[in-house]
């Protein structure tokens, strides 16, 4: 079973970083990852795209974020980042990583979720 861990959440001040890092708990060799990709939900609202990176590196992200949040990632370790800059309150919401991939003993691929994480940004 595949699990992705994420790391990097916690409470900042409005114009501070963070960055958010999702490791995969198998090897690429194991869990081939298509597309990282990061969502966000804030209480009582749905669960909305940040940011995605292709296995060709190609992004794509919310008009909300572009030009303060960078996705990225490293195949070597199966592990995908998101560098939050500039934050603002209106960021803040519980991170879940997304990755879209062939598991072990799988013929299809499919999506896998880490389990959250709280990003609060103070004013």
């Known amino acids: 079973q595949v699990q992705l861990v994420e790391t990097g959440g916690g409470l900042v001040q409005a114009g501070g970083s963070l960055r958010l890092s999702c490791a995969a708990s198998?090897?690429?060799?194991?869990?081939?990852?298509?597309?990282w990709g990061w969502y966000r939900q804030a209480p009582g609202k749905q669960r909305d795209l940040v940011a995605t990176?292709?296995?060709?590196?190609?992004?794509n992200y919310a008009d909300s974020v572009k030009g303060r949040f960078t996705i990225s990632r490293d195949n070597a370790k199966n592990t995908a980042y998101l560098q939050m800059n500039s934050l603002k309150p209106d960021d803040t919401a519980v991170y879940y990583c997304?990755?879209?991939?062939?598991?072990?003993?799988?013929?299809?691929?499919?999506?896998?979720w880490g389990q959250g994480t709280q990003v609060t940004v103070s004013s």
């Open positions: 997304n990755a879209y991939g062939l598991g072990p003993f799988s013929t299809m691929a499919r999506d896998y």
């Open positions: 198998k090897s690429r060799r194991i869990f081939s990852v298509n597309t």
């Open positions: 990176i292709t296995s060709g590196g190609s992004t």
